[in-house]
């Protein structure tokens, strides 16, 4: 069993920038891929950065250049960062944290606003 807790949300101006932290416990030995997804009101849940256990990452194409993902592996818990640079509107949605350790776990998700 894994459990995945996302912190660091909130409402941001047009070209500010943001870090979402997500902290994973429990079996975190069998976490390979950790990772970031979004929800926007009325659109499905999308990709927007993944991160393996060896640190090969994987973006969307609308976060290239704009966001990081980093990975932190300790003993008790796994913790993954997504520094957002550059936010848009069009970056509001909820941001939700996976880790996949043999089936995918799910944070309940952090609020991002991106508005002036």
């Known amino acids: 069993q894994v459990q995945v807790v996302e912190s660091g949300g909130g409402l941001v101006q047009p070209g500010g920038s943001l870090r979402l932290s997500c902290a994973a416990s429990?079996?975190?030995?069998?976490?390979?891929?950790m990772g970031w997804y979004r929800q926007a009101p009325g659109k499905q849940r999308e990709l927007v950065a993944t991160?393996?256990?060896?640190?090969?990452?994987?973006?969307a194409d609308s976060v290239k250049d704009r966001f990081t993902i980093s990975r932190e592996n300790a003993k008790i818990t796994a913790t993954v960062h997504l520094q957002m640079n550059s936010l848009k509107p069009e970056d509001t949605a909820v941001y939700y944290c996976?880790?996949?350790?043999?089936?995918?776990?799910w944070g309940r998700g952090t609020q991002v606003t991106v508005s002036s």
């Open positions: 429990g079996s975190i030995f069998k976490i390979y891929t």
């Open positions: 996976s880790a996949d350790a043999l089936k995918t776990y």
């Open positions: 991160i393996t256990r060896a640190g090969y990452t994987n973006y």
